[in-house]
């Protein structure tokens, strides 16, 4: 049985997975390397708390669980029963974490790592206790997005991806399963499908950035929340399909590598929101404001979906 979670890393997503772990009712440390992301994410609970509020998130018939912030990692996982690490997208620095951790955690502790995409495999190949590693994939932000992937690697034991499962279940979101352990697993295999095609398009010049988002969020995007891609063959023929797919999957974007639109952002530090501009430009009063109006969307979509309103 799962109470205690531990966080490492308090970026992007730590914050909102510890406010939505606590709202379950269980008791979350939440630790990071850099003492200025600890401050930042004080900050981010609150508004995710908020936005939770405003989503109609009770806390667990048990009551709410607690965060608690510390910049010690032993004091963090001390007592775990899973640590969830949340820390950059790189096998070294990820690996680093586990060398960490691996003599201060029992040997029935539950490992789960964030990866948008590393195959679990790769990640479990640093730990003591492979069996008791788990990809725990959320979405952003993570305290709003319900569906959570569940991955487990070579070693991973069924029992590791059934307690993993169980806990997402008992706190009312919606994991899936994902059956092998591939790069990207489900959901980001198929939303880098998109990805590519959408920058590959920008960068051909046959569409505007923003007349590229109006098309796929009032296209596909908004009807794919109620109709997923499966049940859309369905509704449109896959007689129709076929046709489509023998002439245009031939000219989609096939690039295998980074394209240069996005290598020049990056080489200059443009990163998007968290630098004030990427492929658009932010002040820190529009972020704010950006945020909220998304955050206000998602939890009034979200509350449509389920028949709530
Ligand atoms: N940003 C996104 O939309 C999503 C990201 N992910 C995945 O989640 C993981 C974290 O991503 P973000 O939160 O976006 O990253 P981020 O870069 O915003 O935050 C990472 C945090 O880890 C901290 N950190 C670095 N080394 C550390 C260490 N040794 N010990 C403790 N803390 C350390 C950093 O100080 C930073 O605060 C990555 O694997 C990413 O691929 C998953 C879903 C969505
Ligand atoms: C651009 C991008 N990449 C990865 C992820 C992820 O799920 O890991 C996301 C996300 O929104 O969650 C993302 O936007």
């Known amino acids: 049985m799962i109470r205690r979670i531990a966080i490492i890393g308090l970026g992007t997503m ?40 405003s989503l109609g998130v009770a806390p667990s018939s048990a009551g709410a669980g607690t965060v608690r912030f510390t910049d010690d990692i032993g004091d963090a996982v001390a007592d775990a029963d899973l640590v969830i690490e949340n820390v950059p997208e790189n096998i070294s620095v990820k690996a680093e974490v586990y060398r960490m951790i691996d003599g201060l955690i029992s040997s029935d502790t539950i490992v ?17 206790h492979p069996e008791r590693m788990v990809g725990m994939h959320w979405s952003n932000p993570p305290h709003i997005i319900p ?23 008992s706190i009312g979101l919606l994991p899936v399963v994902v059956k092998k352990d591939v790069p990207g697993f489900v959901e980001n295999r198929v939303f880098y499908a998109l990805l590519r095609e959408a920058v590959d398009l920008v960068e051909r010049g046959v569409i505007e950035p923003e007349d590229l988002d109006t098309c796929v969020s009032w296209g596909i995007g ?13 509704m449109a023929g896959l007689d129709i399909y076929k046709s489509v797919s ?42 704010k404001a950006l945020q909220a109006d998304r955050a206000r969307k998602l939890v009034a979509v979200r509350r449509i979906l389920e028949g709530r309103e």
């Not at 569906?147 to 307690?163: C, F, H, N, R, S």
């Not at 009807?223 to 891609?229: C, H, L, M, Q, Y």
């Not at 096939?254 to 290598?263: K, S």
Request: charged share 20%; no cysteine.
């Open 147 to 169: 569906m959570i992937e569940v991955i487990g690697g070579e070693k991973t034991a069924p029992q590791t991806v059934a307690t993993i499962r169980e806990l997402i279940r």
């Open 222 to 234: 908004y009807k794919i929340a109620v109709i997923g891609p499966m049940a859309l063959l369905d």
């Open 112 to 128: 789960a790592s964030d990866t948008s995409g590393i195959p679990i495999t790769k990640l479990q190949a640093h730990i003591s």
């Open 14 to 53: 730590g914050p909102g997975m510890a406010a939505r772990l606590a709202r379950g009712g269980l008791q979350v440390t939440a630790y990071d390397v850099a003492p200025a992301a600890i401050e930042r994410a004080r900050t981010m609970l609150g508004t995710a708390e908020g936005v939770l509020d």
């Open 246 to 287: 023998s002439f245009l999957n031939a000219d989609l974007s096939n690039r295998d590598d980074v394209a240069p639109m996005v290598l020049e952002r990056t080489n200059a530090s443009k990163f998007g929101i968290k630098s004030g501009e990427g492929m658009f430009s932010y002040t820190p009063e529009q972020t």
